[in-house]
């Protein structure tokens, strides 16, 4: 379980990085053409908006994985060492609801944006519901990780460190 959660994030993770790459190369596309051709591609606003949410909802579960995120140490450092395990799993049990609620809203918000044909303001007229089906993607890969880590945690495992 532990493993597959790692290589999940791992996959996250990697998608994540060539969603920067992309994001990257659109703005130096939209620079060069401002600058040296005096037009824009009049999408690479909302579209870098699209994959900067894209990135980080990849990289949630990596960056968990991998200590990332704000943690309770500040309270986990003061006590024994079993008292700071049970914390930790009561923690990650309430994150675990906090996601799973996340999960649930932004799937049916990108569903209910799919049955409406709600579409951007901008220029492209996108679709909504593909860049907010990142939401819920993400927080899944994120669900995944919180697990394992739980397991990890109840089964005596260290956490990726």
């Keep these: 379980m532990i493993e597959s959660a790692r290589k999940l994030s791992n996959g996250g993770a990697f998608i994540a990085s060539m969603l920067l790459v992309i994001l990257v ?7 060069v053409l401002r600058y040296f051709f005096n037009t824009s591609t009049m999408r690479a606003d909302e579209y870098s908006g699209y994959l900067y949410l894209a990135l980080v909802c990849f990289g949630f579960g990596y960056t968990f994985m991998r200590d990332g995120h ?3 140490t500040f309270l986990t450092s003061k006590v024994s060492s079993k008292t ?5 799993i009561f923690a990650g049990i309430v994150t675990l609801g906090v ?3 996340a999960f649930y809203r932004t799937l049916l918000l ?3 944006s799919f049955e409406t044909g709600v579409v951007s303001e901008g220029v492209s007229a996108t679709p909504l519901f593909i860049p907010q089906m990142v939401l819920p993607f993400g ?12 397991v990890g945690k109840i089964g005596g495992h ?3 460190r």
């Excluded at 890969?141 to 697990?147: D, G, K, N, T």
């Design 25 to 31: 190369v659109l703005i130096l596309v939209e620079i």
């Design 70 to 72: 704000i943690r309770i």
């Design 84 to 88: 700071s395990s049970l914390i930790d």
């Design 99 to 101: 996601l799973c609620f």
């Design 110 to 112: 990108s569903l209910d």
């Design 139 to 150: 927080f899944l890969l994120f669900i995944v990780s919180m697990v394992a880590y739980i």
């Design 158 to 160: 260290h956490h990726d």
